[in-house]
């Protein structure tokens, strides 16, 4: 069964500041790794993927893998009050030409104060 | 630039009543998704399919029914829908196994 944990939060966090999230998986065969925003009563949107061990950055986020860990991150710089949402961690474990789908955490619930 | 589109998005039912999901993508993906998130759950995968005439199940299949005839387009049918099927329903569509786009999503409410 593949799992994803996140902390469910809320996750509180000054304007400015660098807010870290959390994921960790179950499976070892994982190969894909995604982090999705989701504002209340709207559909998930990607942020950001990753595929290798080591950090991606895009503008302000950051994300970090660890796959001897089975550990993902991600880093929002300069955090910003429209960032204000529920971060989702997802995995899929196909490496191949398909997709099957991803299984994702729970998520985090992050507050910007301003 | 219509992209991935769900109807209907509010559906309230009745228990034991016959309902389906619209899910239609104007990307011409090869792949199509039915999520449901609930509080506590997460999203979890019901169904997805890799081409037209291709389906297969995710986590969650029980009660419901897929078919894909045309690339565009991905019903989702609960044939005998239970209150346990009340949830935030999201369809989604990607080229691979990479960046999966969600559709609005539609709130159904069985009674």
């Known amino acids: 069964q593949k799992e994803v944990e996140q902390n469910s939060g809320p996750l509180s966090v000054p304007e400015g500041a660098i807010a870290s999230l959390n994921c960790t998986y179950s499976d070892r065969g994982s190969q894909s790794f995604f982090w999705y925003r989701q504002y209340s009563g709207k559909s998930p949107e990607l942020i950001m993927f990753i595929y290798s061990n080591g950090d991606k950055e895009d503008g302000r986020f950051t994300a970090q893998l660890n796959k001897a860990s089975q550990y993902v991150s991600l880093l929002i710089r300069d955090s910003q009050p429209s960032d204000s949402a529920t971060y989702l961690c997802?995995?899929?474990?196909?490496?191949?030409?398909?997709?099957?789908?991803?299984?994702f955490g729970k998520g985090t619930h992050l507050i910007i104060q301003p | 630039d219509a992209g991935i589109t769900q109807s209907p998005r509010y559906k309230i039912t009745e228990t034991g009543r016959q309902v389906t999901l619209m899910c239609h993508q104007t990307?011409?993906?090869?792949?199509m998704f039915w999520y449901r998130q609930d509080l506590g759950h997460g999203l979890r995968l019901i169904y997805y399919s890799a081409a037209a005439d291709i389906t297969d199940k995710g986590e969650v299949p029980d009660g419901y029914v897929v078919s894909r005839s045309k690339t565009e387009n991905f019903p989702l049918t609960l044939e005998s829908a239970t209150r346990s099927q009340t949830s935030v329903y999201f369809c989604a569509s990607s080229t691979s196994k990479e960046t999966q786009y969600f559709g609005p999503g539609t709130r159904l409410l069985v009674l």
């Open positions: 990307w011409s993906h090869s792949y």
């Open positions: 997802a995995v899929n474990v196909n490496s191949g030409g398909g997709a099957d789908g991803l299984t």
